[in-house]
């Protein structure tokens, strides 16, 4: 007979690689954090954007990623029972309202991330097909649809718990996701078609500022999509299926292995800056320099 719980070694193992992510997270989109809010020429308009999707990331790895994976594995490393996440026990049990909580608060925070590279996007066909006005836009727009997306996704949060219907709220949530994937393919595909097959742009150095923003976003939004696709589909699939084709344990390696994979997307859009974005490599190189300066400077006062 098969066990219906995770050992204890890959359970350890399990906690270890979810703490570790989420330290990673919290650091790097912290340090760029850190690195817009000291460098004035790095908080232009066309940042605000970012800035916010930076926030945004640090949340998920801070809040949701071990806690979620935290609880996943209380499940099946100490419960040892079938999933019920989608049955009415589950939902009533008083014990698993914590559980619900912090569930709600990664949908929360993964939607307003997706929703926050679909604004990206439509930003960017924007500065595609319509420079000029672009630069005319003022800098509360930038807020009300910053404060938009928070709000948006928020409301697709029940409330009470009590009341989750978890196969009706996990579509709508799937569709909510659908829409902003399809609000990104058709943005970017627009702009490749613009660059590709309209007018060549100016070639002045604001244009090629844009462009090269734009493209450096592309493929932000690129890894994101792919480091999202399997938990997508993965969760379009009907749960009687997983229940019926797939073991326990195997369920929720799946489940904790794409959860992970979702969550490392936050902490690769720091990384692509840093490559991609001058302005915000040398903003790293003098934050680091300047680090060792002071570093160097105790022991020499110290004597």
Request: with cysteine.
């Amino acid at each position: 007979m098969f066990s219906r719980r995770i050992s204890s070694a890959e359970c350890s193992t399990w906690y270890a690689v979810s703490l570790t992510i989420t330290v990673a997270v919290v650091a790097v989109n912290l340090l760029a954090i850190i690195l817009f809010i000291k460098n004035s020429n790095l908080r232009t308009r066309a940042m605000y954007l970012v800035i916010n999707l930076t926030v945004v990331d640090m949340f998920v790895g801070g809040v949701a990623t071990f806690a979620i994976v935290f609880h996943f594995l209380l499940y099946g490393c100490e419960v040892g029972n079938k999933f019920i996440f989608h049955s009415k026990q589950f939902l009533a049990a008083q014990e698993w309202q914590p559980f619900l909580v912090l569930l709600m608060i990664d949908v929360w925070l993964s939607l307003t991330s997706v929703a926050g590279i679909a604004v990206i996007s439509l930003d960017r066909m924007h500065a595609t097909f319509r420079p000029f006005r672009h630069r005319n836009i003022k800098k509360w727009a930038y807020g009300v649809a910053i404060g938009g997306v928070w709000i948006l996704t928020a409301m697709l949060i029940p409330f009470p718990l009590t009341r989750l219907d978890g196969n009706l709220h996990s579509y709508l949530w799937l569709s909510y996701r659908c829409l902003c994937l399809f609000v990104i393919f058709i943005s970017y595909t627009s702009i490749a078609l613009k660059f590709w097959c309209g007018t060549r742009p100016p070639s002045h150095g604001a244009a090629n500022r844009q462009r090269k923003l734009t493209v450096t976003l592309f493929i932000m939004t690129i890894i994101s999509l792919l480091l999202w696709l399997p938990y997508v589909v993965y969760n379009f699939v009907p749960f009687s299926v997983l229940d019926t084709r797939f073991s326990f344990l195997t369920y929720l390696r799946l489940r904790l292995s794409f959860t992970l994979l979702r969550h490392t997307n936050s902490l690769v859009n720091p990384i692509i800056y840093t490559i991609r974005m001058p302005e915000f490599r040398k903003a790293l190189l003098i934050l680091f320099k300047r680090r060792q300066r002071q570093n160097i400077a105790i022991p020499l006062h110290a004597r």
